[in-house]
């Protein structure tokens, strides 16, 4: 009997490579969010910018996708502009790696899949716009996002801005204390909701700089403790959604979905998409302010890592 075996070809650019064993900062940055969360052209504009803001910052920055199955940590602008423009791009969580590497198909890397790569290659900080948690009726369908238990066994500090309002976000928190991944507000002690300042959620612990946030990750590690930072960076309140439209717009959503019988995995973009029609976009905005904001935050703590 014979057998297959396919070796799964995983790539570190040279220049991210150098930076990691010259103890240089580093950001990771996921795929997802121009593969599958912004519209055309203004997806490819986000991420090649997210990357001039960190180079701005003195800080290199890795972006991390699947090209033709290999994982690849430090796209260059050409393999960003590809991924960007191919809508036949698939969205490649960490239990799809495999598959990626054995069929050999493109992929944009969700948190999970991003922070086990960035982890792999020695970086120490990823920054990205919103977690995945837990779904309303998870109790009877089970439906929790893989970045939770994925950020339970990879230590490496995630800056988000919570996670998305149309989430249960009392049943993720209560999660993220079940996995032992320690949530911590940046300059706050409310738990942001990624649309909003302020989800409505206290949270126990905050920092008040990027030197904070070094010292909680040396302190981590040298208790040989394998679980992610969650660090929780607010969108500003000038530039949020007002937290009362958004209210009144998920209800009306909620109700749609009911009446057309949506459920499952076609939940979430059924919700994000009627809640971009009803602000005619504005969410759209929302979410690359978000994005900028952790972009530039986790440039100041992988910064403060190398002191």
């Not at 239990?95 to 050999?104: N, S």
């Not at 969410?283 to 992988?302: C, F, I, K, P, Q």
Request: with cysteine; net charge negative; glycine share 8%.
């Amino acid at each position: 009997m014979s057998s297959i075996r396919t070796r799964v070809a995983f790539h570190v650019s040279e220049e991210v490579a150098a930076a990691v064993v010259g103890g240089r900062p580093v950001v990771a940055l996921e795929s997802t969010i121009f593969t599958h969360g912004l519209p055309r052209p203004r997806n490819l504009e986000v991420a090649l910018e997210a990357e001039e803001r960190l180079r701005g910052q003195g800080v290199v920055p890795a972006t991390i996708g699947v090209l033709a199955g290999a994982p690849t940590v430090g796209l260059s602008r050409e393999q960003i502009t590809a991924l960007s423009n191919d809508g036949a791009v698939k969205k490649v969580s960490l239990r799809d790696l495999p598959v990626a590497a054995a069929l050999r198909f493109h992929g944009g890397t969700t948190v999970a899949a991003t922070a086990f790569l960035a982890h792999r290659a020695g970086i120490k900080v990823f920054s990205t716009g919103g977690l995945g948690g837990v779904h309303h009726g998870a109790a009877t369908s089970f439906d929790e996002s893989a970045d939770m238990t994925t950020l339970a066994a990879t230590p490496i500090i995630v800056v988000s801005a919570g996670v998305k309002s149309i989430l249960d976000v009392p049943a993720t928190l209560e999660r993220f204390e079940t996995l032992n991944i320690p949530v911590v507000g940046y300059r706050t002690n409310r738990y942001p909701g990624f649309f909003v300042s302020d989800s409505g959620l206290a949270i126990e612990y905050a920092v008040n700089t990027p030197d904070e946030v070094a010292a909680i990750c040396s302190a981590r590690d040298d208790l040989h403790i394998e679980s992610a930072i969650l660090l929780a960076n607010p969108i500003a309140k000038d530039k949020q959604l007002p937290p009362a439209e958004l209210d009144a717009i998920l209800s009306r959503a909620w109700a749609q979905a009911e009446k057309n019988g949506i459920n499952g995995k076609d939940t979430t973009p059924f919700l994000l998409d009627f809640i971009q029609r009803e602000t005619n976009g504005r969410s759209v905005n929302v979410n690359v302010d978000v994005y900028r904001s952790n972009v530039s935050l986790g440039g100041e703590v992988a910064i403060a890592l190398t002191r």
